[in-house]
């Protein structure tokens, strides 16, 4: 019996694994959630899974988490900032309890981007690669549903604004990252580096143009200086730090860092990614 532990089980692609693992035969009752809150996880508890909480923070609570563990999906903590301090305890934690392997999500190239978000990956990847635990590597790029956000006031003003210039994007969606994490989870080995990126390769101007066909409505793309982008999404009541976070992510999308021919995600798919048009049209309807 092999024992599967996931991070960030409440979250989107924590929660999305925990299915994913189910929904590739695992049973619940072999599934470790860790959680930092317990109200959030009565689904996961009512389907079966052991629930054990442990906040980032708190390096013997994860330790506590992860005991009788062998393989661990380590989802990148959300504080951009905090990561270090925070993923270190995991690892710390990972070496302590005897974790067999731990598959963490990184972000596309770490070595190589020159995204901002990047730094802390490639250096939470050192940390990994220093623990001597056996780590296999998830490195996500851009969810498909980042575009959501954006989209509601896109097409009610007819223009998506980015930084991007004219640079293409391979997004996927969150979903289809989680289930590759899942079966990775289940079946890679030690050593393994997946490039996880969708198979379609869209410029801002192709989003816009999805935007318009998802809508009815005509959206046209509007390339912005990036520090013009960042001060846009300010005054549109982004925090400035994570704003500047953004309009360097669209720089680094201008210059491919987002865009990747790899097949790692359809291959452990097993089957065709969802299109982007897809995402954005449940996202439209989702959205209230
Ligand atoms: N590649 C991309 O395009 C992209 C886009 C967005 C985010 N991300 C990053 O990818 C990772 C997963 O994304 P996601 O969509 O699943 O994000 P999410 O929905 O915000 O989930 C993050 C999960 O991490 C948990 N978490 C955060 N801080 C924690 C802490 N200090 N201790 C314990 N658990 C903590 C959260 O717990 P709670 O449920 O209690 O909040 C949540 O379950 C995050 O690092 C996120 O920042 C990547």
Do not use: C
């Amino acid at each position: 019996m092999t024992v599967y532990a996931v991070t960030g089980a409440t979250g989107g692609l924590g929660g999305d694994a925990v299915r994913a693992l189910i929904g590739r035969s695992v049973a619940p009752a072999d599934i470790v959630a860790v959680v930092r809150d317990i109200d959030k996880a009565s689904e996961l508890t009512d389907a079966g899974v052991a629930v054990r909480v442990a906040d980032y923070a708190d390096r013997d609570a994860l330790e506590a988490a992860f005991a009788g563990v062998d393989r661990l999906l380590f989802v990148s903590g959300s504080e951009v900032g905090q990561r270090l301090p925070q993923h270190t305890n995991v690892i710390d934690a990972a070496v302590s309890a005897g974790v067999g392997l731990v598959a963490y999500t990184s972000i596309l190239r770490a070595d190589t981007s020159p995204l901002q978000l990047a730094g802390e990956h490639l250096a939470t990847e050192k940390l990994l690669a220093d623990s001597g635990l056996p780590v296999v590597l998830l490195r996500n790029g851009w969810y498909s549903e980042n575009y959501l956000a954006s989209a509601p006031a896109a097409i009610e003003s007819g223009v998506f604004y980015g930084s991007a210039g004219e640079g293409e994007i391979a997004p996927a969606s969150r979903a289809d990252y989680a289930e590759a994490a899942a079966a990775a989870l289940i079946s890679a080995d030690a050593g393994q580096v997946f490039e996880l990126a969708g198979p379609q390769h869209l410029s801002y101007a192709d989003i816009a143009a999805t935007f318009t066909e998802v809508s009815g409505t005509p959206v046209r793309y509007e390339d912005l200086p990036e520090s013009d982008y960042a001060a846009a999404l300010v005054g549109a009541g982004v925090p400035a730090p994570f704003a500047d976070v953004l309009a360097n992510s669209d720089a680094g999308v201008a210059v491919g860092a987002l865009d990747s021919d790899s097949t790692d995600l359809v291959d452990l798919l097993g089957r065709p990614a969802t299109g982007f048009r897809d995402v954005v049209r449940h996202g439209i309807v989702a959205t209230p």
